[in-house]
């Protein structure tokens, strides 16, 4: 029955969006065998019923709305010998009973799902990931806080990723790993750009002559395509060497050449180098730290992360090059789910149990797994972007609290593109924002959930200043062993060229099968 369910889920998808049909279709065939391992299928169906005062998000003429939102979906993990995967699938038909919304708005997709396939033993593997979620099509445009309002500056997105690659060992003397990645981004937006890149590294590792010295090289190539822009590639060859301090600390460098068209027609080649720092001193605290000079200057990742009985700490500063703003990474449920898997691992050890563990704290807390910080956008060229991200839980007797904090710097690379886009119009885009989730156990079924979230946009001008703030309050209860239900109340406030704000009464029913 389960099965049944996510075969007719995936094609009312693709009647919609054709190639979603292509990416699912072969992992829901592998997805039904049980034999590749400890299967977990979770059906489920929500009702959601939103009062609203201004679904239009017009300041001047608001006008109020009553909107349905069906949404059966089907969750899927796979822990087995071969597979590991998550899969998580949701189609909503939104209703408005006074028909506010045009047609495209009112069948939703939502999909998030990544794992690995072992095609051959230890030697043949397959990464997968895929994305679909409303994202703003602009940062300077109009910002909601609901996917069911009517906002034209918002747009459907998919990501899709697929990444077979070799891993083994060369003549007893290297390592060895060649990786072919293909990326695909498309958007529903008639003025948005889609992308598609294709990857290919091949690289080998081994020890020297010396003690606890490592050698390293690799090579690879990058091509990106836009659909309202032009094709970028970028060459790279590298050469590194690794010392272990310690059993936790390590070191390392490494010299080489990048080549590519990021700032002119033909490539041009610079030389290139870079050194990081590894150090893991316990279980529970890591850092690691990557600084790179390339040819549009520096760049660098650094990675801290720190848990206790009740806390989790995560901090990571990113800059490099993107291809998109939208995408943010594959291979995560949302980052406050990412926070409590990671403070219950002294709990429950075993990643699948503590997956079911996490689910069921979140919604008996009424706390949202992947709420984002900050509204991502789309863009039609290589970008430049420095991201920095700091979040924290404290999970109590019957308290939790997760904080998240984010701040971004885009700017446009490809100075050749003659595409239109936000990095068209400002040199450079400022995003900054925060949540903070306060959830309180009235009952041992019933949660208190607090949440409010604030992100700010800035451009050249005053005309690209936005802020977005958000609050909401939420009681959250299970009804029997298998359905939960929460009634909240929403107030927004936007400030920009179109300011609004909106007030709504929500609440919604989820029965899982």
């Known amino acids: 029955m389960a099965m049944d369910m996510a075969k007719v889920m995936v094609m009312a998808m693709s009647k919609r969006r054709p190639e979603h049909l292509l990416a699912l279709t072969g992992l829901l065939l592998v997805a039904s065998t049980s034999a590749w391992g400890q299967v977990t299928v979770t059906p489920r169906a929500t ?17 109020s709305e009553q909107i349905t939102e069906i949404t059966p979906g089907i969750r899927i993990s796979i822990a087995g010998t ?11 038909q939104v209703i408005y009973a006074q028909g506010t919304s045009p047609d495209r708005r009112q069948i939703q997709n939502a ?39 009517v906002n034209a500056n918002q747009a459907e997105v998919s990501n899709y990723r ?6 083994g060992r060369l003549f007893h003397a290297a390592d060895y790993e060649a990786r072919y990645s293909r990326t695909t981004t498309r958007s529903d937006a008639a003025a948005a750009s889609d992308v598609d890149s294709a990857d290919t590294s091949v690289r080998l590792s081994g020890n020297s002559a010396f003690r606890n010295l490592g ?66 001193p316990s279980e529970l605290t890591r850092l690691s730290a990557t600084r790179s000079q390339r040819p549009f200057g520096d760049a660098h990742n650094v990675s ?17 090059v993107t291809t998109t703003p939208s995408q943010t990474g594959f291979g995560s449920i949302g980052a406050v789910y990412d926070l409590l898997f990671s403070q219950f691992a002294s709990i429950e050890p075993d990643p699948i149990a503590r997956a079911a563990l996490v689910d069921a704290y979140l919604q008996a807390n009424g706390i949202s797994p992947s709420a984002n910080v900050v509204s991502q956008f789309l863009s039609s060229a290589v970008s430049l972007q420095r991201s920095q991200n700091l979040s924290f839980s404290l999970l109590g007797q019957r308290d939790t609290i997760t904080f998240v904090a984010t701040r971004t710097e885009s700017t446009r690379l490809d100075t050749l593109a003659t595409s239109v ?3 068209a119009t400002a040199s450079k885009i400022r995003q900054q924002g925060f949540s903070i989730n306060f959830a309180h156990r009235l009952t041992p079924d019933y949660s208190l959930g607090v949440l409010w979230s604030q992100q700010n946009t800035s451009g050249d001008n005053n005309t690209q200043d936005t802020r977005l703030r958000s609050a909401n309050v939420n009681l959250t209860g299970r009804i029997g062993k298998r359905a939960s239900a929460a009634v909240g109340l929403r107030h927004v406030v936007f400030d920009g060229l179109a300011p609004y704000t909106e007030n709504a009464l929500t609440g919604n029913l989820n029965v899982q099968f």
Do not use: C, M
């Open 421 to 423: 886009d936000d990095l």
């Open 111 to 149: 999909l998030n799902t990544f794992g690995t396939f072992e095609a051959v033993d230890n030697w043949a593997f397959v990464d997968f990931s895929g994305t679909v979620s409303q994202q703003a099509v602009s940062a300077f445009g109009t910002q909601s806080a609901s996917n069911t309002s």
């Open 215 to 280: 050698w390293s090289t690799d090579a690879s190539r990058q091509t990106i395509s836009y659909s309202e822009g032009r094709t970028t590639e970028t060459d790279r060859v590298n050469l590194g060497l690794t010392y272990t301090l310690t059993p936790q600390l390590n070191v390392s460098a490494s010299a080489g050449r990048e080549s590519n068209n990021f700032t002119t027609r033909d490539k041009e080649s610079s030389s290139t180098h870079s050194v990081s720092l590894n150090w893991r």
């Open 304 to 320: 801290f992360e720190h848990r206790s009985a009740r806390t989790v700490w995560r901090f990571t500063d990113s800059r490099d």
């Open 162 to 167: 697929i990444s077979p690659y070799l891993r």
């Open 82 to 92: 071969r597979l590991n995967t998550y899969f998580d699938l949701g189609l909503s």
């Open 47 to 63: 009702v959601s019923e939103t009062i609203t005062d201004n679904v239009g998000l017009d300041g001047s003429n608001p006008r």
